[in-house]
């Protein structure tokens, strides 16, 4: 988690004058953590810091501090006596009010900034974040809010542009620390209008040619039009390495790509490697359906990765 930073700009460049509001400090039981942020406008907002009815009230106070001109704030919020909430703990919230030229003019690494002088705390804080010496974390540190600039730490390749391919973008895209790039063989496969915030588009006409192109550690859904596509995707996938590589598809489609995959030259364990099929089945075929199974195999993918654990047998199925 950390400052979306990007999209910061980009609200500000639609919308105007933004309010961004952070829970900077947490104490006891709250709906979420330190650094945990959502931008409000005045006709929407994005982003969530939980509690519906704490968010009702941060959402309340920052469009009024936007249309009456209002400046940064720091508010104290006691969940249960004030809100009247199930949680019993207490939240302080620092709201800001950001137009593009302030918004593009913060740092690209790490975000500080509070009243008066810096305290020498944070200043040792910053240089021991960007050497590598302590990992960076939100916090308030002497009133000054100290926050990592968020950037993309999941690199997902959705592999195919229809119903399916749409489906996971929509699905996946909103996810925190997700970098996703989206292959099809013509720009006119993908939907109009401009991609959703952290996608990237990349049409080509022979797509498993691009294989080579990603990180080694990317995780790739193969949910192209034709069987052939798919097939040449798992190849080069294959021979350049992944981190996890899951293809759409029936038993009947797996048997048929173990065949052909072994007569392409690999070995009889390569096939393993990749799951087939992605998803959960048993939820249906619909591509929305399908796109759920498919987020809750990738989450539990990346929870073994981050413990340092294989994917289970479960998981290649």
């Known amino acids: 988690m950390g400052f979306e930073?990007?999209?910061?700009?980009?609200?500000?460049?639609?919308?105007?004058?933004?309010?961004?509001?952070?829970?900077?400090?947490?104490?006891?039981?709250?709906?979420?953590?330190?650094?945990?942020?959502?931008?409000?406008?005045?006709?929407?907002?994005?982003?969530?810091?939980?509690?519906?009815?704490?968010?009702?009230?941060?959402?309340?106070?920052?469009?009024?501090?936007?249309s009456g001109g209002g400046?940064?704030?720091?508010?104290?919020?006691?969940?249960?006596?004030?809100?009247?909430?199930?949680?019993?703990?207490?939240?302080?919230a620092l709201t800001e009010i950001y137009d593009s030229a302030r918004a593009e003019a913060l740092p690209e690494d790490m975000i500080a900034r509070g009243p008066g002088e810096m305290p020498l705390r944070v200043t040792r804080l910053l240089a021991?974040?960007?050497?590598?010496?302590?990992?960076p974390r939100a916090q308030l540190v002497e009133g000054w809010m100290v926050e990592p600039v968020a950037h993309p730490t999941r690199q997902i390749w959705i592999w195919g542009a229809g119903h399916v391919g749409r489906a996971l973008v929509s699905v996946l895209g909103p996810l925190p620390d997700v970098a996703i790039t989206w292959v099809d063989t013509d720009m006119a496969r993908f939907p109009g209008g401009n991609p959703p915030a952290g996608v990237t588009l990349l049409p080509a006409s022979e797509p498993a040619a691009l294989a080579r192109y990603a990180p080694k550690a990317a995780l790739h859904l193969i949910v192209t039009y034709s069987h052939a596509l798919d097939l040449a995707v798992c190849d080069a996938l294959l021979r350049h390495g992944f981190g996890f590589a899951g293809l759409i598809g029936s038993q009947t489609?797996?048997?048929?790509?173990?065949?052909?995959?072994?007569?392409?030259?690999?070995?009889?364990?390569?096939?393993t490697r990749l799951t087939c099929p992605i998803g959960d089945p048993t939820l249906g075929k619909h591509p929305q359906q399908i796109a759920l199974g498919v987020a809750v195999q990738v989450l539990h993918v990346e929870a073994q990765t981050q413990l340092g654990e294989s994917p289970t047998k479960k998981d290649r199925a």
């Open 253 to 271: 489609k797996k048997a048929r790509f173990r065949k052909r995959l072994a007569e392409a030259g690999h070995g009889p364990d390569a096939f």
């Open 128 to 135: 021991q974040a960007r050497n590598g010496t302590v990992a």
């Open 71 to 92: 400046a940064d704030r720091l508010s104290r919020h006691a969940l249960g006596p004030d809100l009247g909430q199930c949680c019993g703990g207490h939240v302080l």
């Open 5 to 66: 930073r990007d999209a910061l700009i980009a609200a500000c460049a639609a919308h105007g004058r933004v309010a961004r509001v952070v829970l900077a400090e947490v104490r006891g039981s709250a709906p979420r953590e330190p650094g945990t942020a959502m931008l409000i406008w005045p006709e929407g907002q994005s982003g969530t810091v939980g509690g519906g009815t704490l968010e009702h009230e941060l959402t309340r106070a920052a469009r009024a501090a936007l």
